[in-house]
């Protein structure tokens, strides 16, 4: 069974930062898919970014490229979102998503349905 657990959240002004963890246990992070999602209230459930199971392809919402980086360490089977230059349009809860890895791009994969484990959420508040 994949448990993922994310922490990392916070409140932080706008031009501020955080960076996210997604804990994995039950699948190794080489065998599998990983992205973040987020949903402020109101709203639906939006794709921000993946990572795929070779660490090689790394894909990001227009609105966060340039600000948000996907980065995983292996050792630690735990994927990191560095969220910097907030807004408070990036309020939100943030989940950690994985999925077997696949020949499947992650680029194809920007809905809930395409994953199969889920964290809890972890809160980011951007005040202006």
């Known amino acids: 069974q994949v448990q993922l657990v994310e922490s990392g959240g916070g409140s932080v002004q706008a031009g501020g930062s955080l960076r996210l963890s997604c804990g994995v246990s039950g699948r190794a992070l080489t065998s599998c898919h990983v992205a973040w999602f987020r949903q402020a209230p109101g709203k639906e459930r939006e794709f921000v970014a993946a990572?795929?199971?070779?660490?090689?392809?790394?894909d990001y919402v227009d609105s966060v490229k340039g600000r948000f980086t996907i980065s995983r360490d292996i050792a630690k089977n735990t994927v990191y979102l560095q969220m910097n230059s907030l807004k408070p349009e990036d309020t939100a809860v943030y989940y950690c998503n994985a999925a077997p890895g696949s020949a499947r791009s992650i680029r194809d994969m920007k809905t809930s349905a395409d994953f199969d484990s889920w964290g809890q959420g972890t809160q980011v508040t951007v005040s202006p």
């Open positions: 990572v795929s199971w070779t660490g090689v392809v790394k």
